[in-house]
């Protein structure tokens, strides 16, 4: 399988958009205790980030030409549960799985 141009640039762009959020994750790890004592810093870091959370998803879509879902907020609905998929035990006395 050959990758042509765009194909190359798309996986660099997203290999970056990867190596960019686990220096954001360094980023939070290392910044963690001190904002639990600063809620000035808190509020500054959460609005960096959120900023920069827009930014890489904004990129995403140009990239992949794909909508992210929509989140969803509130209290969840309880786990829909079809009685003819059950998971049944068989021969747990015998041994058998």
Known sequence: MTLTTRDSIELH???????????????????????????????????????????????????????PRKRSTGKPADPWINKLVAVRQIGKASGKR
Request: proline letters at 0%; aromatic letters at 2%; one cysteine or more.
């Open 13 to 67: 762009m997203l290999t970056s958009l990867a190596r960019s959020q686990r220096a954001l994750c360094r980023m939070l790890e290392s910044v963690a205790d001190q904002v639990e004592a600063s809620q000035q810093l808190a509020q500054h870091l959460s609005e960096n980030m959120e900023m920069i959370s827009n930014y890489q998803r904004a990129l995403i879509q140009k990239i992949t030409k794909l909508t």
